[in-house]
C-alpha cells in the first residue's frame, strides 16, 4: 500500500539533492522553490512545473548545466500560468533578501525568457549587484499598460500593481541587464520599450519572431551567454560574435527567405540563396535560386 504522505513522484529527485545541499520548499499551493548548492555562484531562474514533469529526470531545465559548471542554483516552479504572482512566493523573497541569502554569493545571474523573463526582472531587486539575461521578457501584463499584447489573456486578471509588480522598475538594483529580443516582432519590442533604463542593454535577435529562445538554444549560444554573464565577461559585442552564427540556423534562414518572399524583395532573395548555398549544402535554397535566376547564376 502506498504511502498517502510520500511525495509526489515527480519531486524525489529534486528532494533528493535537496537532503544533501540544496532545499526543496513548497511556497503556498501552486509554487516550489529548488536549491542545489555548489560554489557561490549562483543562476536563478523560473520555471513551469508542467514542463519539469516531461523531463526524464524530473530537474529544472538548468540543473545538469550548472551541476557541471560548479554553479548553484535556484529555479521557482509554478503550477499553470501563475506568472509567479503569489504572496507566498513574495514572502520566499522577501525572506532571502531579509536573511541576506543571495548575499553570499559572489556573483548572481537571474535567466528567463517571456514570461520567465518577467520574473527574473521582477524578483531579482532582492539581489542587489546581480547580472540579468532576459530573452523577450514581459514588463507587465496590466491592462492599462499593456492592454496591447494579446498573448496571455488569461493571465490579465492577475494583479501586476502590487509588490514585484513592474518588472522594469525592479531591475534598479542590477549591475547589468542583457534584454534579448527581437525588435520586428511588435509585443516584445514594445515591451522592450518599457524596459529602457540606463543600466538595459538591449540585444537585437531579428526574424526570430516568438521563438526567440529556441532559436538561441538551436544555435547552442545560450549556454555561452550564460557562461559569460556568471563570469562577468558578457558584452554586446560577444553577443553579435556568437548571433553571427544565425546566418548557419535553419530556423534562422528559412524566416529571412520567406520574408523577402513575402515582400516580394526579389533581389534579397537572391542574394540570401547565393549566400546559403555558398557555405552549406541546401537543395532548397538551390532550387530557389535556379527558379529565380532561370538557371542562371
Known amino acids: 500500500m502506498s504511502d498517502p504522505n510520500a511525495p509526489p513522484e515527480w519531486q524525489r529527485a529534486m528532494l533528493s539533492i535537496a537532503e544533501g545541499d540544496g532545499d526543496f520548499l513548497p511556497l503556498g499551493d501552486r509554487h516550489y522553490a529548488f536549491f542545489a548548492e555548489e560554489r557561490p555562484l549562483l543562476l536563478v531562474t523560473f520555471e513551469d512545473a508542467a514542463a519539469l514533469r516531461e523531463r526524464p529526470d524530473n530537474l529544472p531545465e ?152 529556441d532559436t538561441l538554444k538551436e544555435m547552442r549560444i545560450l549556454d555561452r551567454i550564460l557562461e559569460a554573464a556568471m563570469e562577468g565577461k558578457f558584452s554586446a559585442e560577444y553577443f553579435s560574435w556568437l548571433w553571427r552564427g544565425r546566418r548557419s540556423n535553419g530556423s534562422y534562414l528559412r524566416t529571412i527567405l520567406a520574408a523577402a518572399r513575402l515582400q516580394g524583395r526579389r533581389r534579397r532573395e537572391i542574394m540570401i540563396c547565393r549566400s546559403v548555398t555558398s557555405r552549406l549544402n541546401a537543395p532548397r535554397y538551390a532550387r530557389r535560386l535556379a527558379e529565380l535566376t532561370g538557371g542562371y547564376d
Open 62 to 213: 538548468f540543473y545538469q548545466m550548472a551541476r557541471a559548471r560548479g554553479w548553484s542554483l535556484l529555479t521557482v516552479l509554478s503550477e499553470g500560468e501563475s506568472w509567479w504572482r503569489d504572496p507566498a512566493v513574495f514572502r520566499y523573497f522577501d525572506r532571502l533578501a531579509d536573511d541576506g541569502f543571495l548575499e553570499d554569493f559572489d556573483r548572481v545571474v537571474f535567466y528567463g525568457a517571456g514570461p520567465s523573463g518577467y520574473a527574473a526582472a521582477a524578483y531579482s531587486i532582492t539581489a542587489p549587484g546581480a547580472e540579468l539575461v532576459l530573452v523577450a521578457p514581459r514588463a507587465t501584463l496590466d491592462p492599462a499598460l499593456a492592454g496591447w499584447d494579446e498573448r496571455h489573456r488569461s493571465a490579465r486578471r492577475l494583479n501586476f500593481r502590487s509588490r514585484y509588480g513592474y518588472a522594469p522598475d525592479m531591475t534598479e538594483s542590477a549591475s547589468r541587464v542583457w534584454l534579448i529580443h527581437d525588435p520586428l516582432h511588435r509585443p516584445d519590442a514594445m515591451h522592450a520599450a518599457l524596459f529602457q533604463r540606463p543600466w538595459v542593454t538591449p540585444l537585437r535577435a531579428r526574424y526570430t519572431g516568438e521563438g526567440t529562445e
